[in-house]
């Protein structure tokens, strides 16, 4: 199996702030595959297939800084003996520009606390990333800036961004990571 995380805080209130793109990019995921989440635990779960592969599409409902509890139960149940190619987790990126999609193989947290959550309660950091830009303002709080919605001229550039990551979690499944690597961070020059 294929756990597919995409990272945000639930709730009406942080819908379309620049900290939950994980969250769209999952939803934009689901819609493609049409699937439909449903509650589980601690976090939103929607199965599907892509090539003969079973994938869980996942929303934690513990907001963005214990994303990892609920993470922590579905590698153990499903996947611990297979990462790093059986976790994937979607998330935003204060230092990409806006709309830049990145592909991660391992790494640190780079400073985000949803994945240094993650990293701290499955015990590694091997797991494939797909992380979306939404830039920063030098002039704002990182904290204040990352909860804030997107402005209007910026929304369109998003929606079709969030498009091309939930693309390239196909593109992972199916082609490897190595290959959608190079097709997405090409597209990006």
Known sequence: MIIIV????????????RHNVGFMIVDELAR???????EKD??????????????????????????????K????????????????????????????IKI???GSSGG??????????IGTKDFI?????????PDQDTSDYVLSPF?????????EKVALAADSIIAIITEGVNKAMNIYHQAER
């Open 6 to 17: 995409g990272l945000g805080n639930p709730g009406r209130k942080y819908a379309n702030t």
């Open 32 to 38: 493609k595959l049409n699937v439909k989440f449903k």
């Open 42 to 71: 601690d976090y939103l779960i929607a199965e599907a297939k892509i090539q003969d592969k079973d994938i869980a599409i996942v929303k934690p409902l513990t907001y963005m800084n214990l994303s990892g509890r609920a993470v």
């Open 73 to 100: 139960k579905l590698v153990n149940e499903k996947v611990l003996q297979s990462l790093p190619f059986s976790l994937i987790v979607a998330h935003d990126d204060v230092d990409l520009p806006l709309g830049k």
């Open 104 to 106: 991660k193989r391992n």
């Open 112 to 121: 985000h606390r949803g994945v240094q959550s993650i990293i701290e309660n």
């Open 129 to 137: 990333r797909v992380k979306l830009g939404i830039s920063k303002d």
């Open 151 to 159: 402005k209007k001229e910026e929304k369109e550039t998003v929606k």
